[in-house]
T-cell receptor, first 112, second 117 residues
Framework: DARVTQTPRHKVTEMGQEVTMRCQPI?????VFWYRQTMMQGLELLAY????????DSGMPKDRFSAEMPDATLATLKIQPSEPRDSAVYFC??????????FGDGTRLSIL | AQTVTQSQPEMSVQEAETVTLSCTYD???????LFWYKQPPSRQMILVIR??????QNATENRFSVNFQKAAKSFSLKISDSQLGDAAMYFC??????????????FGKGTHLIIQP
């Protein structure tokens, strides 16, 4: 079965450090999504791309978060500088047309 | 903006019994999709079932079925013959149908389902 691959699976770092999370979407999927899951806010859409172009990043704090898609096989989500409130599980998902999205296993991020 | 509400933070059911999880949503759109996702402790997000708003027939996938009431904006999930492996968080999700491709999902807060042996 084709899968969305996210790395790293876990990340622990100190406040102020740069964090980069990576996602490899399923081959042939043209839409990539980033979600964040916390106990307080639940699952929230941060941003998404279609055909590598950003479509919506309104859910993302602009001052410290950035999302890019350098090529069709890689999406990145960066946080600089990181803060303790960024601790969460970050999911990447990919999709095509109106088919359901497929989720990666997530990156559990802990900012100390 | 669309909102999705799951009013049951936790539900418990005996193994082999039937349980229904509730979900309501708010939207001004006429075309959209609704989903139920399952998240076990492994934190994977697993699609359980989906419903297109234009379809009157309720979706069914083996032991899982939905009761979709478009006018009431209600989308409940029924799990029949509950099994221990069904224990998980269940999320209801909404997505618009923009016609240009997949859009982002709006999730409810989730229902924690406990299966009693």
């Amino acid at each position: 079965d084709a899968r969305v691959t996210q790395t790293p699976r876990h990340k622990v770092t100190e406040m102020g450090q740069e964090v980069t999370m990576r996602c490899q979407p399923i081959l042939g999927h043209n839409t990539v999504f980033w979600y964040r899951q916390t106990m307080m806010q639940g699952l929230e859409l941060l941003a998404y791309f279609r055909n590598r172009a950003p479509l919506d990043d309104s859910g993302m704090p602009k001052d410290r978060f950035s999302a890019e898609m350098p090529d069709a096989t890689l999406a990145t989500l960066k946080i600089q500088p990181s803060e303790p409130r960024d601790s969460a599980v970050y999911f990447c998902a990919s999709g095509f047309s109106n088919q359901p999205q497929h989720f990666g296993d997530g990156t559990r991020l802990s900012i100390l | 903006a669309q909102t999705v509400t799951q009013s049951q933070p936790e539900m418990s059911v005996q193994e082999a019994e039937t349980v229904t999880l509730s979900c309501t949503y708010d939207t001004s759109e006429s075309d959209y999709y609704l989903f139920w996702y399952k998240q076990p402790p492994s934190r994977q997000m697993i699609l359980v079932i989906r419903q297109e708003a234009y379809k009157q027939q309720n979706a069914t996938e083996n032991r899982f079925s939905v009761n979709f009431q478009k006018a009431a904006k209600s989308f409940s999930l029924k799990i029949s013959d509950s099994q221990l492996g069904d224990a998980a968080m269940y999320f209801c999700a909404y997505r618009t149908d923009s016609g240009g491709g997949a859009d982002g999902l709006t999730f409810g807060k989730g229902t924690h389902l406990i299966i009693q042996p």
